[in-house]
């Protein structure tokens, strides 16, 4: 996997998406992201009051762009599948993993770590990309390829895919309660012709119209 040929536009961007699952009382959390790309979402974060503390973590390091980087509390540069933060355990309000799992090697190993840096009534937020949209359908079954492209589903960085139920198992499997999941479809909040046919059909297409999903989930057996 070679990050530094991605196109700097893939790592800069506030994840709106995602964050809009936490709860908007709540203020002066610690948050960790693993995935931070350019501390974006962190720094949007600390900027609403909603982070007190921010900590990014991210395989790649933009050394040519460091002007791109926002100011963090703390950035490690590293594979998270190899580091850890023992000064961290039971440490974190919020962590957010978006667009991570999906790249990794071993994924069950990196949320026993995000399981430990998890503070007890914690909260992980996840986005995880769904294999089951219709147009990896169509890419595979119709037309017989599985060629690997820039970002979107087929990323040549992917190393794992998931449908809706196996993001919620892995999570589980993981010690963690998925206490709340959301498609791409009802979370974007423009219109579209899949929307339209999605609610004209009452939702039973949804899993083949989301290119993604979004899962919020604690430590099993902790408060919802």
């Known amino acids: 996997m070679n990050y530094s040929d991605k196109a700097s536009s893939y790592y800069a961007n506030v994840r709106h998406d995602l964050i809009n699952l936490l709860n908007p009382e709540k203020r002066g959390l610690k948050v960790l992201e693993i995935g931070a790309a350019y501390g974006e979402t962190l720094y949007y974060l600390k900027q609403q009051g909603i982070a007190a503390e921010a900590v990014g973590v991210d395989i790649f390091e933009d050394t040519e762009n460091p002007q791109n980087y926002k100011p963090l509390d703390r950035f490690i540069f590293g594979n998270i599948e190899e580091l850890d933060f023992p000064e961290f355990v039971g440490y974190f309000d919020i962590i957010l ?128």
């Open 97 to 224: 993993l978006p667009d991570v799992l999906e790249h990794l090697i071993e994924p069950k190993k990196v949320l026993a770590k995000v399981y430990k840096y998890l503070a007890p009534d914690g909260e992980i937020l996840v986005s995880m990309p769904n294999i089951r949209h219709y147009s990896a359908f169509k890419k595979i079954f119709l037309k017989g390829d599985f060629e690997y492209e820039e970002s979107g589903l087929f990323d040549y960085t992917h190393m794992r895919f998931y449908c809706k139920k196996n993001m919620v198992a892995l999570l589980e499997k993981s010690g963690f309660k998925v206490v709340y999941t959301e498609s791409s479809i009802r979370n974007f909040k423009g219109r579209s012709v899949a929307k339209m046919v999605n609610s004209l059909t009452f939702g039973i297409f949804e899993e083949f119209f989301s290119l993604q999903y979004f899962l919020k989930a604690k430590k099993a057996g902790g408060a919802t």
